[in-house]
């Protein structure tokens, strides 16, 4: 009898990244929205002494996991762009002309959202909400609250509120790249520069706008979709169609 293991392979090294890639990313995605749709609008009904004891023992430990299976969505996914899927054959992102085809602009588009939800996550967002469970520690110690955890909630809310926006385009692509954009008639021959240009200034708008760039971090206008989960999630899913409505004009 032959133990043939396989999964050493390079097929089988590909295979494992992408499992490995698939199980961070549902961690972190997972998170994510247990933030957005249970943990911020719980966290709003209770007072303030039992928010400090929750941010305390439960938000940092759900960061924690947070942030670290966003790394690990991260590094697991460029791993899975260099290894090649079929032994003796190259890496997609070494492929000549990969990320010239249907697929390439597809994981590229995607990788654009989630890469940039992997920055949110580490530069915004767990820089602000150290800020706040320092001062939750700190009040529950005794000591005076600090008037900066205030702004630099709102910071941390409205870059987590984005990345639920941009998740749900994210994924679409993500998977898309090798299940369906492949498989259409796609022709990204010509006119990916016109592509790129209006993914571009959309992609800007967005994190421009969760930044504060554009129109401050207070309730406005242009902060309209951070308001609430429910409206993120809705814009979120409208991005979806903006995005392949673009693609099918301009593909
Ligand atoms: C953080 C930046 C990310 C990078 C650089 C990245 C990179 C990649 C790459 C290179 C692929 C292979 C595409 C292909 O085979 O055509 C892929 C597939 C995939 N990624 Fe990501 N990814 C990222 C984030 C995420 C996140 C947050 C999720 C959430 C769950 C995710 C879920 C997936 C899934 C489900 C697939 C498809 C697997 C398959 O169909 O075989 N990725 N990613």
């Known amino acids: 009898m032959r133990l043939a293991i396989e999964i050493f392979d390079n097929d089988g090294l590909n295979f494992l990244a992408r499992w490995a890639h698939v199980l961070a990313g549902i961690a972190w995605i997972g998170l994510l929205y ?9 966290f709003a009904e209770l007072d303030a002494g039992a928010r400090n004891q929750a941010v305390d023992k439960l938000a940092s430990r759900a960061l924690w996991w947070f ?11 460029i791993m899975l762009g260099f290894i090649p899927e079929v032994s003796g054959g190259k890496g997609m992102f070494v492929e000549e002309n990969y990320f010239k085809s249907p697929q390439g602009v597809a994981i590229a588009t995607g990788m654009l959202l989630g890469i940039t939800m992997f920055l949110n996550v580490w530069g915004v967002i767990w820089r602000n909400q150290k800020v706040v469970i320092a001062n939750a520690r700190n009040v529950l110690a005794g000591g005076e609250a600090d008037p900066n955890a205030a702004a630099a909630g709102r910071k941390a809310l409205l870059a987590s509120r984005q990345n639920t926006i941009f998740s749900f385009a994210m994924l679409f692509f993500m998977i898309g790249a090798a299940h369906f954009f492949t498989l259409g008639t796609f022709d990204t021959a010509d006119n990916r ?5 209006i993914t571009g200034i959309i992609w800007l708008v967005l994190e421009l706008s969760c930044l504060g ?25 409208v991005m979806v169609v903006v995005w392949y409505v673009v693609w099918e004009l301009v593909f």
């Open 193 to 197: 520069a016109i592509y790129w240009a």
């Open 34 to 42: 247990y933030f957005n749709f249970v943990q911020v609008p719980a």
């Open 213 to 237: 760039v554009i129109g401050g971090t207070g309730q406005n206008i242009t902060n309209w979709m951070y308001e609430d989960h429910k409206r993120a999630i809705g814009v979120g899913l």
């Open 67 to 77: 942030r670290w299976a966003a790394l690990a969505t991260f590094l697991f996914g």
